[in-house]
């Protein structure tokens, strides 16, 4: 039987609301906590259509699908987390609310639960900072979109015990995702490489070495990745991206982490992927529709 049987995820945005569906079809009763209500119906809504999506595809049945829905209930307080052996925290990267949410998770919650943090820059040690029993905390960094990602990072700071590593890895069990454990790094293993990657595939497009189809086509068939640089920066969130870039640039003090200026543009142009349906790619209910045309237009206008 699993040690884990209730678990709250705070933070109800794209990676909240994915870790709880996956969360909740591994058997573990989870609460979404968010203060935004519309957040809250809208990551019910989100995880609606992935069950439908997932039925339809024949991957779990009907059934399986109104189990796993059950097992997801929503919440504004954090109060809610009294009786949870496991925290997930997803929200924004921002260092002093993750410190605020994790200092309360510490105080409410039993000496045995696991506490976790989503983050893919931000340095756990400084997270865990906020909390006294820092033994228990850990990174546990997902990958979007969770249900299909097999990997979960595991990240450590020199503070942490070796019952939340198994714990960790008994969890990444549980989920059916193969782990890795690294050590608290900026970008740990996986965002320093695919933040790397992603913005020369950017600086590429910007210099005109290739499109935007053939520079993903290129990772894709030369180098076997399931999906191009661009397509995942789309799928990840272009001020996702220039977040982490602008972040990775200032902690290693290394000018490959320098964002390029039409990444910038993008954003400022409110061009984000697939939240908001333009990034690289135009993109309507998750599927890409092919190279963004509000792209093309940048570009003439640069």
Known sequence: MSQFNRACVVG???????????????????????????ALENALANIEHLLESEVLKQKILIEDAHDIRA??????????????????EAVSED??????????????MDDDALLASNTSSLSISKIADAVVQKERMLGLHFFNPPHVMKLLEIVVHEDVGIKAIEDAKALALLLRKECIVVNDSPGFATSRLGVALSLEAI????????????????????????????????WVGLDVRLAISEHLAKSLDSL?????????RLVRAGFLGKKTGTGFYEWDKGRHLGVSQSLMELFLTA
């Open 203 to 234: 600086r590429m497009l910007e210099q005109g070495v290739a499109n935007v189809m053939d520079i993903d086509t290129a990772m894709k068939l030369g180098y076997g990745h399931p999906m191009g640089p661009l397509m995942l920066t789309d």
């Open 12 to 38: 109800a945005g794209t990676m909240g609301h994915g870790i709880a569906f996956v969360l909740a079809q591994s058997g573990i009763n989870v609460t979404l906590l968010d203060r935004d209500q519309a």
């Open 256 to 264: 490959v982490f320098n964002p390029p200026e039409l990444l910038r």
């Open 95 to 108: 260092i002093e609310l993750k410190q605020h949410i994790f200092s309360i998770a510490d105080a409410m």
């Open 71 to 88: 097992r997801i209930s929503i919440g504004r307080d954090l109060e809610e987390l009294t009786d949870s052996d496991l925290m997930v």
